[in-house]
């Protein structure tokens, strides 16, 4: 071998980042239509994928990386594991920054974006990614947006059937609309919904049945309140907003921020929820974020139970629909209340002897984000309709009609009844303004002595505390008492002609944003109502002269007279579209004649290995979730899951404790860690920083421990030897026991996302190494692998220096 030179990390790193490139060490073997492998002849696969990041011109800080380090780790274990190791890179590349730059300079965000890709691109290749580049997608590229509006209009065609329990061609219910109606369809369709014959179709007009349709189609159109801002004339996203001293005001020159109704565009996810739930159970995903999802989609089993209205003993010829969980509290109603958006609320407030006072609450509710409404910390409000009473199905009482914030129109029916005496949240509001309490269950089975039991009776009969269990039998309830619980839920929702139902808090999702930077929705508007589908896709989005809001709440795109004249639709998709199926796209992302080969889809199947941070679980998560198991139905994609196994990493915080951020000037640059230390050094620090899904400090003078590490490795060329000499043998005999113990334990440790044990145990390794006098070729080999994951770029070289072939990462695991 020839003589040892001193580790330079910036000459071995940059040779060795050309012979990658020139040898496509990290190309993917695929199958396609377009080649004759067949799936059967590759090896098994292994799918590892990071969220893919939004390039903002900020560009990475040391934080960004931690996340595809680990999965980097992992996929080059992967890859000399034998398998085909498909680990590919792409760029979230529309959203607000690159609007916000558009506004401000009045360019077209394009460039701008193609400029801040090409940066990422060259921050990533620095750090040594094993990814395949001739891979890469951007979610603005047209050749990439094309297939998210195609997967748009395939959602736009499709109706849920509810007997077959997926989606289907809307053709389908077309002809059965033509045979018989609706009445015998169950289908996942709008609230609103009437029900019509089959004459009653055939008298229809285009509009009509255009009309109809979109209660059923899974890409809708229809109404949403937005985040409107009047000063600057414009909708703002949630994370445009901040906290005002009176509400919530805009980020850009706290202006007063309300709420507006405007037409949007929908996703009904709410049709998948059932399965969006069970498929979480066979998902290899932190506890946490299993539970997150099932609390968002917030499944409830209860009954739904009609109030009826009076205003001074008249019947209003209304109905108040409340959905409860607790039928069996039904006779311990003591008021019902609205949310201040209920469809009720601008009839009955034309009956109550204080319209002014219920304006102005309605006014200060709507500057409240949903967050403070329902924080369970925060004292109720709310306001009484004077004159207005509901009648309690089960006893006939007059109840009075209260309007409060803490009760959301998107949640169940948008009203409850209230049992203060067995509802934390109803005791509070009650004790606030003086309301009845009636205690209707006697606990049991709770695990008090008799004493304590009847002591904390008294208190709840007395209306000084109550009772939150649901166990227990029926007091108070005429022909119910005795009862237990659960019996009495079905038994008093029969009696009083209520239904057993089940509800989700998760809401449609809305599928529109009123900015340019988007893709464009393939869809147009004719004058006579009815709408119809780009048939070229895709629809570019067109030049126009002004980026800035259109000042009415319409996109920019209104502003454009030859759009518009098309009758284009001037919403553009939000910025989880692209997201939700790109993991698809890398399987083959050129091709032109489907979003990816069947060949290849059937190859690869799903994500194997994903990895990215928790912040995403009710976002990106479930609306890729859901997108997939649509194309499932469709016949599109084979799995029901797209991510099979989910990894989140911690946060990196900043030496001041804060999260890093431009704001705060606190922001470290990877570039300048490895210009420094090496990109070997950075990836050995981050993987040695801690736990990988627990946040952790940076900490640059730490750096320096992992750094000559390295040093050490590199030096270890000097004492290769072709054998041991008898004199050594019996410990270098413990040192190859301890070898053979570290590879158990530094792959066990990558596959359980344990980086650091595994970084400590080659230190320790290290240590062993450091105090012999000499080492074989093959032992330092083996040794070299099991570190080559986490430092590609010096294990590269050393394997070079040692006379070996081809390339250390293509070689085979010990």
Known sequence: ???????????????????????????????????????????????????????????????????????????????????????????????????????????????????????????????????????????????????????????????YDKKKNCARDIKILETIFSKEGNKNVEAECSDSTSLFSKEDWKKMSSNEREKMLMNYRLSYQGYSEVNWCEELGTVLANDEIIDGPSGPVSERGEHPVTKKMMRQWFMRITAYADRLLNGLDGLDWNDNIKEIQRNWIGKSEGSEIDFKLVASSKSLDAVLKVFTTRADTLFGVTYVVLAPEHTLVERLKKNTKNIEEVEEYIARAKLKDIHDRTDISKEKSGVILDGVFAINPANGEEVPVWIADYVLASYGTGAVMAVPSHDKRDFEFAEKYGLEKKCVVEPSGSGMDLETLESFLVKVVQGKDCYLGEEGKLINSGDFDKLSTHEARIAITKKVGGRIVTKYKMRDAIFARQRYWGEPIPLVHKKDGTISEVKSLPLKLPNVKSYAPSGTGESPLATVSSWVKSGYETNTMPGWAGSSWYFLRYMDPKNKKAFADKKAIAYWKDVDMYVGGQEHATGHLLYSRFWHKFLKDMGYVPTEEPFKALRNQGFVIAQDGRKMSKRWGNVINPDDIVKTYGADTLRVYESFMGPFDQMVLWNTDSIMGPRRFLERVWRTQEKVVKSISKETLEKYNKFESLLHKTTEKVQKDIEGFSFNTSISALMILQNQIDDMPAITKDDYIHFIKLLSPFAPFMTEEIWENLGMKNSIHQSEWP
């Open 1 to 159: 071998m020839k003589k040892l030179t001193q580790y330079d990390h910036k000459k071995i790193e940059a040779k060795i980042l050309k012979q990658w490139e020139k040898k496509k060490v990290y190309k993917t073997k695929n199958p396609s239509a377009s080649s004759p492998r067949k799936s059967a002849s590759l090896p098994r696969k292994c799918y590892v994928l990071d969220m893919f990041p939004y390039p903002s011109g900020a560009g990475l800080h040391v934080g960004h990386p931690r996340g595809y380090i680990a999965s980097d780790v992992f996929a080059r274990l992967k890859r000399m594991q034998g398998y085909n190791v498909l680990h590919p890179m792409g760029f979230d590349s529309f959203g607000l920054p690159a609007e916000q730059y558009a506004i401000k300079t009045g360019k077209n965000p394009g460039p701008f974006t193609d400029t801040l890709v090409k940066q990422y691109r060259k921050q990533l290749e620095i750090i040594g990614f094993s990814y395949d580049w001739d891979k890469m997608i951007a979610t603005h590229d047209p050749s990439y947006y094309k297939w998210t509006q195609w997967i748009f209009l395939q959602l736009y065609n499709s109706w």
